[in-house]
DNA sequence: GCGACAG
DNA sequence: ATCTTGTCGC
């Protein structure tokens, strides 16, 4: 598929929209990764989950990542970085938006082996190639997608309590599941992006679930907002050298 | 054809 | 996404 600049199937480097595609071919750009994803079962769920979100404000924006540890059951390690926004908003689209921002922080992680976890769709998606597809294909890491809403398909009704779920479906396939994380609370979206089974990706968020949004990426949600709002550092893209955060709100023990 | 539509 | 504190309910 053409590019703004051809760049292989390597996430791309430095400011955009280098590697990517322009809103006209996004569509059909998406659509041929699809044919590169993978739903091979993840063999052994990894010891950390790193979720990932980002936050706008006129222009700018800023992605936060926080590595989530499955056996202690707390964040230890979380960063924000600070870019301009390459895209508008399109439902569908989204990843055009979002996507440049998480790949410069999702590169700088202190860890090997993990799972990602993006605030947006992954195979539950109108083409199958929502956010978690893009960036876990551009990554070849297994990736998960948690919405607030559905973007297409249609469910049964699902139980009150936590931990039920049903499956998600959209034309005549299972593409998610929605997730009741809590209890009464407006059940999740989730569906896989990349190298991993529906049933793990549910696993896993009702594993990292303490309130809505599982704490991976409800804390990168706070992070990056703490930092767009000026209330925590942040580093900036541009100044090609990336600090670290200060501890935040909620933060480890 | 029209509207709805992750964040 | 964002404008916005406390408040009510489970």
Same mark, same amino acid.
């Given at each position: 598929?053409?590019? =703004? ?5 390597? %996430? ?15 569509? !059909? ?7 590169? @994803?993978? #739903? ?6 990894? /010891? ?6 980002? +936050?706008?404000?006129?222009? =700018? +924006? ?30 569908? @689209? ?5 996507? %440049? ?6 590169? *700088? ?8 976890? =993006? ?9 199958? !190639?929502?956010?978690?597809? =893009? ?18 398909? #249609? ?6 309590? *936590? ?37 793990? !990706? ?13 704490? %991976?990426? /409800? ?11 000026? +209330?925590?550092?942040?580093?900036? @893209? ?14 480890? %023990?």
């Amino acid at each position: 598929m053409k590019r =703004v600049s051809g760049q292989g199937d390597r %996430p791309p480097q430095g400011q955009e929209p280098a590697g990517w595609p322009l809103p006209a071919e996004a569509e !059909a750009w998406a659509r041929h990764l699809v044919g590169r @994803l993978k #739903q091979a079962p993840l063999a052994v769920l990894p /010891r950390w989950v790193v979720g990932a979100d980002v +936050a706008y404000d006129s222009g =700018v +924006a800023v992605a936060a990542a926080v590595v989530w540890d499955l056996k202690e059951g707390f964040p230890v390690w979380w960063r924000a970085l600070r870019r301009p926004i390459s895209a508008p908003y399109q439902p569908g @689209l989204f990843f055009l938006r979002e996507a %440049p921002c998480l790949l410069p922080l999702l590169q *700088r992680l202190p860890v090997r082996r993990w799972v990602g976890m =993006v605030h947006g769709h992954g195979t539950a998606h109108p083409w199958g !190639a929502g956010l978690a597809c =893009v960036v876990g294909a551009l990554f070849k890491k297994p990736f998960l997608g948690c919405a607030g809403a559905l973007l297409c398909g #249609q469910v049964s009704p699902l139980a009150e309590r *936590r931990g039920n779920w049903v499956p998600v479906t959209h034309e005549g396939k299972v593409v998610g599941a929605l997730v009741r994380t809590r209890d009464r609370a407006k059940p999740v979206a989730v569906s896989v992006g990349h190298r991993l089974k529906l049933p793990q !990706a549910v696993q896993l968020v009702l594993a990292t679930s303490r309130y809505r949004l599982p704490e %991976p990426l /409800r804390l990168a949600d706070q992070l990056a907002s703490a930092v767009l709002a000026g +209330a925590l550092p942040g580093a900036s @893209l541009a100044a090609a050298t990336v600090e670290a955060v200060a501890p935040f709100q909620g933060g480890c %023990p």
